[in-house]
């Protein structure tokens, strides 16, 4: 029975009919409920009037169960996938001073599918995707280089 109280991190894609306030209506479904959302993300999908929200929350397996029968209920949800077999990527963007050590900083980088994409006489700026654990450890790692300024983007996610 502890499995179904023991919290753990869920991502859930929603896929929503593109109108106004779908993300509003959403989100309004977690703060409702106190439910909490670590990561959003959304998109329109190709060639449709679909877009897709990615959610990454926390919670019980009840809680979780929760969720997705209420994010079945709203109205412009088309689908639901709370699979466990899915495909998740996360980038994040740092911006390092440029009297950091450059060759250190690409080969960390590469580690971690990164890159530098922009410099400047005063920092340069490094990007760096993989999965959302792998983005946690790059960004422990940076660390040492002083990072003024690091921004994620989110988990996007699809079934295999």
């Known amino acids: 029975m502890e499995s179904k109280t023991k919290a753990f991190k869920k991502t859930i894609c929603v896929n929503v009919i593109n109108e106004h306030s779908v993300l509003a209506r959403i989100s309004g479904l977690f703060s409702a409920r106190g439910y909490n959302i670590e990561s959003l993300t959304t998109a329109p999908i190709p060639n449709t009037n679909l877009s897709r929200i990615s959610i990454v929350t926390q919670g019980s397996e009840v809680v979780i169960e929760q969720i997705i ?38 080969t960390l980088c590469k580690t971690y599918n990164g890159k530098i994409v922009n410099a400047n006489e005063k920092y340069i700026i490094v990007i760096a ?11 422990a790692a940076i660390k040492v280089f002083n990072p003024k300024e690091i921004v994620r983007s989110g988990v996007i996610a699809m079934e295999r």
């Open 129 to 139: 995707t993989d999965r959302p654990q792998a983005i946690e450890q790059f960004i």
């Open 69 to 106: 029968k209420q994010l079945h209920k709203l109205i412009p949800v088309v689908s639901v996938i709370s699979s466990d077999d899915l495909v998740q990527k996360e980038a994040v963007l740092v911006k390092i001073p440029l009297n950091e050590r450059l060759a250190d900083i690409e």
